[in-house]
């Protein structure tokens, strides 16, 4: 199957290329890359949809399939670094064919899967049964999160030397933080040998016992129990000294609080080897998105403040924070649908990430298109060393499709994910998915 | 003539003239209380449930007592006794009790927002009679009810609200209905207590107890919850009634005509010394009155419509 992607806008952040061409890719692989045009060499349809059948793109090159692009971007598969996939144990919830189908709607090529499943993904076994149920089951690519410590209980570490053999990408032991410093720094250390990223879940239990909102003027309002701003930050302080003792490879997810992002920008002034992302619902959101007791704006780290959304938009800005990723977890209706202390932590995000960005960030001037797209494809690959993330002639033709201008109503109840705990139903988005192709075949079209 | 909302959820939501109406619809209530014959047929043929997830007292009576005096039918739920105990959720207890075609529940429960999600499941009314640290609508109309009816007024006046302001649905209730109906509002106690951005709904925050009371009208206590301690918030009993307790000596410094409102049960001796309690400025057991006309009033206004009483 050989497909020409024809009068495209092509952004690809890692090369900085951002220019009109052609992209011709078979294999798997992108084999060519042209100026589109008179003259070009490909024959390109004029206007209109993509065009389906066989047609002569140059002398003696066959093509089997004309995808026009005119109008739209082209990109590097975005690449999401934090979903909760759920399967195995809750599969009620999501599953690696459901979840991996909505990565692809949302335009992500590829996902890194958290390891808090039942089982825990601690052991070579589980690692396995995910890449082998993803590969059979799977739209994208799946690349799992090793757990740091067995049954992410936070006492002894996990084989992470195995988890790295059998094909995890990172370690974390996300959902729950690793309490014990000792233990993370011997986490650190351990994972350094094999240059593995640390992703820490920062947050201190004790300071946010019982809390399940940020510690603020609606956790006040509402008589919900608060989690302050330094149950985060007080663990990224803390884990960024780990990182300079050990030297080893710190990845922050989702960070919230303004306090966060001040420190892990000092820190990479220092030269520690920090990286971190945030999420579109805590850069589209603020904790007034809680009032009404809504479940659906319940997670963990909270939405927080208006000023602690502006740090992460600074912070996205001036690349202090290098990834967005969704922190997608799935929950089913009736368990949001209770008593707010009740109802699980999470939203799901991979089917509203990618217009969350355009019409947020990028929409607003805050963030230049390049920049929003190189943390979707290029900086998460760079963190996790996947060879992924770039458009050149023979990379893997892992490709997102997208229209800028495409305006749309998020319905969670057409999404492809099991779930439909989303904050953003309803919401008037501008900049749609097209088509999304994962190793040179095309597994979402609009 | 009747409140033009379904159910009674937060004091935040009502409006200043919807206050003074439950509070003079609650005047002619209370005169039921003082007859013979305790029984007017304005709620006759409707049903009352009350659905309680915590223990309670004086609320639950003084709701059960309110339905009978207005001929309602009146059913308590207790989560000992039902399928709460089994594990059923609050969504189907509500679908439950839906199918059963009450027309007001009350609902008292530990989790803030725990009412507002069943109003989301009845077509009946529902009345909020606590949920988690958030609201307490009908005891904050109780507690205005009987300041106005000792002051004969509540625009101008100065309360000061003393205890843990943060784990505190009466605090919230009240602010927000003394804010409405053109009173001052401080609140008093430890800093471990007091909610971030408290200030932002309108009172003055203090945590001396002496300096909170110096000039205001009514001074509320607010229950210690004694579990506390373990989670940190003060040191000792001892320590918490030498400083925010209230005792004779520390009133002295307060106006000659304050008045003493606690929304009970008491703690003797830890947030209020018996002697306050049971002093001549105590308007506690008053609140307890007033409860059951305010209640009424309540029911009233959001099932009855009918007959006036």
Not at chain 1, 413 to 439: C, D, M, Q, Y
Not at chain 2, 114 to 133: C, H, M, P, T
Not at chain 2, 164 to 185: L, T
Request: aromatic share 4%; hydrophobic share 45%.
């Amino acid at each position: 199957m050989r497909i020409l992607i024809a009068g495209g806008r092509v952004i690809d952040p890692a090369s900085g290329v951002d220019e009109v061409v052609d992209l011709l890719i078979e294999d798997g692989r992108i084999i060519r890359i042209q100026k589109n045009g008179p003259g070009s060499g490909f024959q390109v349809p004029s206007k209109g949809k993509a065009e389906r059948g066989k047609r002569r793109a140059e002398p003696g090159l066959q093509v089997d399939r004309v995808m026009d692009a005119a109008g739209l971007v082209v990109c590097p598969g975005l690449i999401d670094m934090h979903v909760h996939l759920r399967q195995p144990g809750r599969e009620d919830k999501e599953t690696i064919a459901t979840g991996t189908l909505a990565a692809a709607r949302g335009g992500f090529t590829a996902v890194c899967c958290m390891p808090n499943t039942d089982p825990v993904n601690d052991t070579r076994s589980v690692t396995e049964f995910i890449l082998d149920t993803a590969k059979r089951e799977g739209a994208v690519h799946v690349y799992p999160v090793g757990a740091i410590s067995k049954g992410l209980r936070g006492e002894e570490l996990a084989e992470i030397g195995e988890l790295f053999e059998s094909g995890c990408v990172a370690v974390s032991d996300d959902g729950r933080p690793v309490m014990n410093a000792e233990l993370m720094r011997r986490a650190m250390e351990y994972a350094g040998m094999f240059d593995l990223p640390v992703i820490s879940h920062c947050e201190d239990l004790h300071l946010s016992g019982k809390g399940v909102v940020h510690e603020g003027i609606v956790s006040t309002e509402l008589g919900l129990c608060g989690i302050p701003s330094a149950s985060e930050a007080a663990m990224v302080a803390r884990d960024l000294l780990l990182a300079e003792l050990t030297g080893a490879r710190l990845h922050i997810a989702h960070v919230s609080a303004a306090e966060s992002v001040r420190l892990i920008r000092e820190a990479k002034a220092r030269g520690v080897r920090v990286s971190c992302e945030a999420t579109p619902h805590h850069f589209a959101l603020t904790e007034e998105a809680v009032r009404g007791f809504n479940t659906n704006a319940k997670m963990n780290p909270p939405l927080r403040s208006e000023s602690d959304r502006q740090a992460i938009l600074a912070g996205l800005c001036d690349g202090t924070i290098d990834v967005i990723a969704t922190d997608h977890a799935p929950h089913t209706i009736q368990d949001k649908e209770q008593e707010f202390d009740v109802a699980p932590f999470g939203v799901i995000g991979s089917e509203t990430a990618l217009a969350l960005t355009l019409s947020t960030l990028v929409a607003s001037g805050a963030l230049p298109l390049k920049q929003a797209i190189a943390k979707l494809t290029s900086e998460p690959a760079r963190i996790l060393k996947l060879p992924k993330g770039r458009i050149a002639e023979g990379a893997d033709a892992d490709l997102t499709i997208f229209d800028p201008d495409r305006e749309w109503t998020v319905d969670a109840f057409g999404f492809a994910s099991k779930s439909r705990n989303t904050p953003f139903h309803g919401w008037e988005l501008k900049g749609g998915t097209v088509a999304t192709i994962v190793a040179g075949k095309v597994v979402w079209e609009a | 003539m009747g409140l033009a909302r379904k159910d009674l959820l937060r004091m935040q939501e009502l409006t200043a003239d919807e206050i003074r109406l439950i509070l003079d619809t609650a005047e002619s209530m209370k005169q039921v209380a003082g007859r013979d014959i305790k029984k007017v047929p304005a709620l006759r043929g409707k049903t009352l449930i009350n659905l309680f997830y915590e223990a309670s007292t004086r609320t639950r009576t003084s709701f059960e007592i309110a339905g009978k005096w207005l001929s309602a039918d009146v059913i308590n739920v207790s989560t000992s006794s039902s399928s709460v105990a089994k594990g059923e959720s609050l969504k189907d207890i509500g679908l439950t009790l839906q199918a059963m075609h009450p027309d007001i529940v009350v609902l008292r429960h530990p989790a803030s927002g725990a009412a507002e999600f069943l109003a989301k499941q009845l077509a009946a009314s529902v009345i909020n009679a606590g949920d988690g640290a958030h609201e307490h609508p009908s005891q904050a109309l109780l507690d205005l009810f009987t300041i106005r009816e000792k002051k004969g007024r509540l625009e101008g006046l100065k309360a000061a609200i003393v205890g843990d302001i943060a784990h505190s649905r009466v605090a919230r209730s009240n602010i927000h209905g003394m804010r409405k109906v053109g009173m001052e509002v401080r609140v008093a106690g430890p800093r471990t207590m007091l909610p971030c951005f408290i200030d932002r709904l309108g009172v003055e925050v203090f945590t001396d107890l002496e300096r909170a009371i110096a000039d205001v009208d009514i001074i509320m206590m607010l229950r210690l919850q004694l579990e506390r301690q373990q989670a940190g918030l003060f040191p000792s009993l001892r320590e918490y009634s030498r400083l925010f307790g209230l005792t004779l000596p520390r009133l002295k410094g307060a106006k000659s005509d304050v008045l003493i409102m606690h929304p009970g049960p008491i703690n003797r001796g830890v947030e209020i010394a018996p002697e306050v309690a049971d002093g001549p400025y105590s308007l506690i057991l008053n609140q307890v009155e007033n409860g059951v006309a305010v209640r009424m009033a309540l029911l009233y206004l959001l099932a009855g419509g009918g007959q006036a009483a």
